[in-house]
């Protein structure tokens, strides 16, 4: 059977035109502006969730730092839901993308080196070049620290795509696997539908885990910067 792995990676579009965009303003649904006076039990979940991680990851933050806090919640909100979505049948998964990631990553990282550059200039070219350096190693250092800080976002983008597209990788070759052994042996599918089971529940964790180590980079980035 000759089928392209990768084939749910590509950009739908409909009757020629991309969909992405629609895509990615869908998980927007997910997070309703409350109406009510009263929350229901759905809207209040996702508001303590909201509360709690947003409690945990500005703990760290000063005053400044803490004014980011938006930015954050919504980005961890987006990419998770996204994520999660992505696992549906028939679905497409903006985060499989390079470009997308690196879309995100750069301008984040970008305004917390700029911020960095701004408001702590001493400390932020002092990462450059550390203290008791010997003269020979000078200009070394200064180009692998520069390399390092350009290397970020890119490290981000790249870490989120592979993640996410292994996982997606995996289901569907186990999925294959099984749909292929069932008509030689059933107590093999079985085996393999098993696993199948147990990997889309480890994807789902994977999704959430992915959308919080990217969102708490950035907080680290921005915490080093203000």
């Known amino acids: 059977m000759n089928e392209n792995l990768f084939a ?122 550390p203290q008791g350096t010997p003269a020979p190693l000078i200009p070394m250092l200064v180009i692998i620290e520069t390399i390092s800080l350009f290397i970020q976002p890119v490290a981000l983008a790249v870490r989120l795509t592979a993640n996410i597209t292994a996982g997606h990788l995996l289901i569907h070759l186990i999925g294959g696997a099984t749909l292929a052994l069932l008509n030689i042996s059933t107590m093999t599918a079985f085996i393999t539908f098993t696993i199948l089971i147990l990997l889309t529940i480890l994807e789902f964790a994977v999704a959430l885990i992915q959308a919080y180590v990217f969102t708490l980079l950035v907080s680290l980035y921005l915490h080093d910067n203000t």
């Open 8 to 129: 749910s990676f590509i950009a739908p579009t409909m009757m020629g035109l991309p969909i992405v965009t629609l895509i990615i303003m869908f998980p927007s649904l997910l997070f309703p502006t409350p109406k009510r006076l009263i929350n229901n039990r759905t809207i209040s979940i996702q508001q303590w969730l909201i509360q709690l991680t947003s409690k945990q990851m500005m703990a760290i933050h000063n005053q400044k730092g803490q004014t980011w806090s938006l930015m954050l919640m919504s980005l961890i909100m987006f990419i998770g839901s996204t994520n999660i979505l992505g696992l549906l049948p028939h679905s497409f998964t903006p985060t499989t993308q390079l470009s997308m990631n690196l879309g995100m990553a750069i301008p984040l990282w970008s305004a917390t080196v700029f911020t960095g550059f701004r408001h702590k200039t001493k400390t932020s070219l002092a990462h450059f070049l």
